[in-house]
């Protein structure tokens, strides 16, 4: 049994360009961890960044032996879905907030505007392992779900 490669079957999501562009997100599950703060710092990005992995290898491992358990991955994190704007960054974390910048007023530009209520909120999609992957080519999707104005 193959394993699944996200970032080959759903590369609209998962590789987009630098250049923002909007897209209609379909409802899908997550593995994810909800919070804030400092990436570089942050003790619990740290502890999240080990867990998601541990989680997501074991995930892996279940499906290519066959072994996982009913109801192993049933409980959905409620779902980024629907209409966002997104762009990928390239670099340090610490370089954010310029490429945030720009994704704001592409939505505004575009006639759209942020919609963070309830479970859509500002994502992060982490692309590489910054326990060994320079701060330099670290690839980060950020994605802001986004309404009509």
Do not use: W
């Not at 867990?51 to 358990?69: D, R």
Request: hydrophobic share 30%.
């Amino acid at each position: 049994m193959t394993s699944f490669d996200f970032k080959k079957e759903y590369k609209d999501l998962y590789l987009p360009p630098k250049k923002p562009t909007v897209i209609d997100v379909p409802k899908m599950r997550f593995v994810m961890v909800d919070g804030q703060g400092d990436p570089n710092t942050s003790e619990y990005y740290k502890k999240a960044v080990e867990l998601l992995y541990g989680i997501s290898y074991g995930i892996k491992m279940s499906k290519k032996t066959g072994n996982q358990p009913k109801g192993y991955f049933d409980y959905v994190v409620p779902p980024l879905e629907g209409l966002c704007a997104r762009t990928m960054h390239i670099g340090p974390y610490d370089d954010e907030p310029l490429t945030v910048a720009m994704l704001d007023a592409f939505i505004s530009e575009q006639g759209y505007r942020t919609d963070m209520s309830g479970s859509r909120k500002h994502h992060e999609i982490y692309l590489g392992d910054p326990r060994k992957t320079v701060p330099e080519k670290l690839k980060t999707v950020i994605r802001h779900p986004i309404a009509g104005i």
